[in-house]
């Protein structure tokens, strides 16, 4: 039964490390409860509904994904598209909430037909190899970085841009601590080592009044005040074209670079250099944003956090239906879930950083032509704070390296076309 629902075979993977995989991959997704609210409260939506609502559109697409596509990742609405949700649309725009979830909507439409057209499929497979492994690092990098910076340890400095926080005390010291704790785990390969750092650091965190036990249950509010609540008047405008235009953008190449990174880090390629579960990866992320936005949610997408699972031995749909119990526990058990501090999972996206690194190995450095557009696409990643901004400089610094080089053969039609498009985005 396991391998119908989920892909899990008996002999090739191991039930107790899957389980201990997508509990891992919450917890260091968890902050979105948190974190979507207060976002999107900001917009002038109900908080409570949102909260409910986001927990309940990760556990949909989740278990979505562990039954169709039966992968081992989790999604959540997307951080980006919903600050470009409350504060470009709502605010800086000046439209109600309603017109953004209408546009939210229109893109996961427009993004189920791009699926079925295998266009979305086609767009990847135009990816060099050498970007498409540049990606996983960028992505490692950056969840390091989201990590530092949500514990404090790396601040805000008008200086220099970052600084190192202060180290000695506080969420930045209970971080150092957890990270110490797990990386000792980790060499030791103590079974489980991902969740036992996040678990452990947590605890430690009482005694330093870091970690706020809350209560345990709590009745989830309603979404009664955020479903279905669309605003079809203004679809044809102007503004509603650029608003889908830039969420499909943005979206589609977070997702295609987080499915690459993480399948690069796993080795989930098949010996053809191709993913033959990413069609579905795509269905599940389309259906995601499209019943999201029915519910009240911006952008729905698979999240990076979804390493810390692959890292931990994750490899089937019984990760991301853990995960996805999770997610649906947590609409019940929302105080308890919401003790576990930012610091206590910080830890674990460093060490998840580090991992994800050595997918750059395979990159010939001292071939410039390769390793000048690699390192661009990586180092953009965390300094621009956006996968897709990495993966369009990485790609049209290649592709315009290896022509102005005369290296033709290696410049496919498709690389061109993605570099002239990516041109266009910054440029008009």
């Not at 039954?67 to 605010?91: D, E, V």
Request: some cysteine.
């Amino acid at each position: 039964m396991l391998k119908k629902l989920f892909g899990f075979e008996k002999g090739t993977h191991n039930l107790r490390t899957e389980i201990m995989a997508g509990a891992t991959t919450f917890l260091t997704m968890a902050y979105i409860l948190a974190v979507q609210p207060s976002i999107m409260e900001n917009a002038g939506m109900d908080k409570g509904a949102v909260f409910t609502a986001t927990a309940l559109i990760s556990a949909f697409a989740t278990l979505l994904m562990a039954l169709y596509a039966k992968l081992p990742f989790a999604l959540a609405p997307a951080m980006g598209p919903n600050a470009f949700f409350a504060f470009t649309i709502c605010i800086v725009m000046g439209y109600s909430w309603q017109f953004a979830l209408t546009a939210v909507l229109l893109e996961g439409l427009i993004f189920i037909l791009l699926t079925i057209t295998n266009l979305r499929e086609k767009i990847l497979n135009a990816i060099p190899e050498c970007i498409k492994n540049a990606i996983g690092a960028g992505i490692g990098l950056f969840i390091a970085f989201i990590g530092l910076q949500s514990a404090g340890v790396v601040v805000n400095s008008d200086a220099t841009l970052v600084e190192l926080g202060d180290i000695t005390s506080g969420p930045a010291l209970l971080c150092i601590i957890g990270l110490l704790i797990t990386s000792i785990l980790i060499v030791r390969k103590v079974s489980g080592s991902l969740l036992i750092g996040i678990i452990a650091t947590t605890l430690i965190g009482i005694p330093l009044g870091i970690t706020q036990f809350n209560g345990v249950f709590d009745t989830p509010p309603s979404i009664t005040p955020i479903l279905f609540k669309f605003d079809f008047a203004q679809v044809l405008t102007k503004d509603m074209v650029i608003t889908v235009f830039i969420l499909l953008f943005v979206d589609m190449f977070d997702t295609i670079g987080t499915l690459i990174g993480i399948a690069t880090h796993a080795n989930m390629f098949d010996k053809n250099g191709k993913l033959p579960w990413i069609k579905k990866a795509f269905a599940v992320d389309a259906i995601g944003t499209t019943a999201g936005a029915m519910m009240g949610c911006s952008t729905v997408t698979t999240y990076v956090e979804s390493a810390s699972g692959v890292q931990q031995g994750g490899r089937t749909g019984v990760t991301a239906f853990t995960t996805a119990v999770c997610f649906l526990l947590a609409v019940f058990f929302a105080p308890f879930f919401m003790s576990v501090p930012a610091a206590a999972t910080a830890p674990v996206m460093i060490i998840v950083g580090v991992m994800m690194m050595a997918s750059f190995k395979k990159i010939e450095i001292f071939d410039y032509s390769e390793s000048i557009p690699a390192f661009i696409c990586v180092i953009f990643m965390p300094l621009s704070y956006s996968i897709s901004n990495g993966i369009m400089l990485g790609i049209i610094s290649y592709v315009i390296i290896n022509l102005a080089n005369c290296k033709w053969q290696r410049v496919s039609i498709g690389s061109i076309i993605l570099a002239v498009l990516f041109i266009l985005k910054f440029f008009v």
